[in-house]
Structures are given as C-alpha cells and as structure tokens.
C-alpha cells in the first residue's frame, strides 16, 4: 500500500504539479450467498485488504484529466453526456461523474492519478472498487459528502448499467462502500437492508485460488438459470424464490422439469446457508462456516451446474487436505475458489494446489490471501 501510494503520489506531482487528496475502496469476497440476490435472497460479502488508490484534485477546469498507473494511458474529458471518453477504464469514471449530476450533485473538472492492487478478472471487483473510490471522492471533495452512502453504491451500479454494458447487481458496489475492518455485511437483495457481523478468523486464513480459466458459454447460461428460478417461483405464486421452501418446491416437482427443480432447489437450500453462516459467526464457529461453504460448492456445481472441472478439482484438493472450507466464488464457469485454511495447514495447502494443479491442467492458478478490511474512504492529504 505505501508504495502505491508514494507511486502516485509521484507521478501525480510530474503531471499535475501540487498534490491533491488521497482517497481509497476496496476489491470484495463474497462468503457465502451466490445466485441467491435475483431471487430475492441474501449475500454475504465483505471488503478485501486490495485496493483502487487515487490521487484527486479540483482542476478549475470544466473537464477531467486523468491518467491510469496500471495501464500507461491518460484519458481527458468533458462533463456532458456527448463527452464520453472511448477508453473502457476511463468510462467508469465518467459515467460516476454523469450518474451524481442527474442526482443534482455537483460535479467540476479535476485532475487524477489512480492504481490498485486488486487482481483483474479474478472474480474481486476491481471495476466497482474503481468507481466507489471515485465516488467516495467527489461526494467528499464537491458535495460536502452530502450524497448517503447506499445512492453512493447505487451511482457505481448505475455506471455499469449506462456506460459499461454490464447489468449487475448492488452487491459489489455495495461490499466496496460499505466494508467495515473485521466485519462481513449480510445485505437482504429484496429489502436493503444489511447488518454487519464479526469476522475475527482467529487461527484461519482466507485464500483465493484463481483457476485462471474462463469458459466462455454460449446462449447465456446465467440467463437461462435465472428463468429457470422465474418459472418456478410463477408456478409456486411467490414473486421471487426468497419466499418458496422445499416443502412447496417437492410438492410441485411432478409438475416441473428436473433442470427448473434442481435450480429452484439450489437457492432454497443457499437461503437458509446464509442465515446459518450468520449463526455460526456469531457463536464464533468457524467449522461450520466451512461446512456450509463446502455444502454450497456441491450445490452450484450439481444443482445449479455453473461450476467446472478445474474448480470442480482445487475444492477436491482442498477437502482431501483437510481444508476448513472451499467454494466457487462468483458467477462460475471458471475464476476462484475460495478457502477457509487452517494457519497450519496454510503452507502445505498451496504448495500441493500449485503443484497438483500445473500438474493437470499446465499451469499454475495464482494465489491471493486476503484479509476483510475497510471499504471506501479518504486517505490524507497528499504531501
């Protein structure tokens, strides 16, 4: 972290002259709680110790001028809607930048230089930590930090729907301004509302294995998984399977194909796996967390089918060491799984994953231990 920031705080004063303001927001995880937030359920998120970190400063000027470590390339913009810059990364920060003036918030041209250290592809949310440090940034420097949080995350959401292209949920951008050190959120996807619960793994480790594969599918396989839920939650007269159990789901099973039914089942089953991870945090047991999450794996790729064989593999390796918990992480079909590990068996467990993995497959995953830390927020003034 201290190197990225001296890093920016150096290239910001070559391009820019005097310093501006640090601010920051975090990649996420999500524990437990997947395919579960279109059908009304709960997630389970927290933010992760990586990070989108930029440097901003008032440029009064009526366009944005901003330049990306990562990437080498420097964007500049206007303010209007006919401004939209063509590089992708620079969309989002244009679109955070539209989204709060349709809000009525103000919004003036500024100069930025930005990095992070939050893995790319990898399935934690380097886009929505992107724009809720942007966000974050201009509530705090131009609206007196005026605009609430949740609008905040709900401006990051709104970019990827309008700039990007891409129609997510609140999860991400929710996980990255609202994550608390120590604690993951449990966020009702039909009510907004979320409680924080303690997340102190005394003992254990959280590790991200990236498989490094995505299977590109055709014909929109997350789509067909969602009408599959829509249909059956239609024939059971629920607007969303949040309100359906496995009694009403058994007693129309005759009437249904076995795809629908194994898919209903899957997020019946991830509903009642969320509270009960709640449960088990709060009484501190971190075994059972790990059941749940293995008993989620075996759901999502059964059930719901979105896992693969390279995931399908390091969750196998994980149980066959001893490991406390493993899961897909993330839509499927390739990205992470993520394990709860014993600080003993920490070492041996990603020496073996690395080795068995290359072994099959030809290469190596990469290895992210991360620990649940805060969300966005201002750093210092720059020196």
Not at 175 to 189: H, T, Y
Request: contains cysteine.
């Amino acid at each position: 972290m201290e190197s990225m920031k001296a890093k920016i705080q150096k290239i910001f004063k070559e391009r820019f002259g005097e310093p501006g303001t640090l601010y920051a927001s975090a990649g996420r995880i999500n524990l437990i709680g997947e395919h579960t937030d279109y059908n009304g359920g709960f997630v389970f998120p927290g933010a992760i110790d990586k990070v989108i970190m930029a440097e901003i400063k008032p440029n009064g000027l009526d366009k944005v001028r901003v330049y990306s470590i990562d990437i080498n390339e420097y964007a500049e913009f206007g303010l209007k809607e006919e401004d939209a810059p063509s590089q992708s990364w620079a969309r989002y920060i244009f679109g955070i930048c539209r989204e709060i003036q349709k809000r009525g918030g103000t919004v003036k041209g500024f100069d930025a230089v930005f990095a992070g250290n939050v893995p790319l592809g990898a399935g934690l949310s380097s886009s929505a930590a992107l724009e809720s440090c942007f966000a974050f940034a201009l509530n705090d420097l131009y609206n007196s930090n005026s605009i609430d949080k949740f609008e905040l995350a709900k401006i990051g959401q709104s970019t990827e729907h309008n700039y990007c292209g891409v129609n997510c949920g609140i999860m991400d951008q929710f996980a990255s301004v609202f994550g608390r050190k120590g604690n993951l959120m449990r966020l009702d996807c039909r009510s907004m509302e979320y409680e924080y619960f303690p997340f102190n793994p005394e003992g254990y480790k959280l590790v991200l294995v990236d498989s490094r594969v995505k299977h590109e599918l055709k014909d929109s396989p997350y789509n067909k998984r969602r009408e599959s839920c829509e249909r059956v939650a239609k024939m059971l007269g629920v607007e969303t399977l949040r309100d359906a159990t496995m009694e009403n789901l058994n007693a129309i099973k005759g009437e249904i194909t076995a795809e629908d039914y194994f898919r209903a089942k899957f997020v019946i089953e991830e509903k009642q796996r969320v509270l009960d991870v709640c449960d088990a945090l709060n009484a501190g047991d971190y075994e059972t967390v790990g059941k749940k999450m293995y008993e989620t794996h075996e759901g999502l790729s059964k059930d719901y089918e979105v896992s693969c064989e390279e995931l399908d593999f390091l969750n196998d390796v994980a149980k066959t060491l001893g490991v406390t918990g493993s899961r897909i992480m993330g839509g499927g079909f390739g990205g992470c799984t993520i394990n709860l590990v014993k600080n003993d068996l920490h070492d041996d467990f990603i020496e073996v994953a690395v080795r068995k993995f290359n072994e099959k497959y030809g290469h190596e995953p990469k290895i992210y231990d991360v620990v649940i830390s805060d969300g966005a927020r201002k750093i210092e003034e720059a020196e």
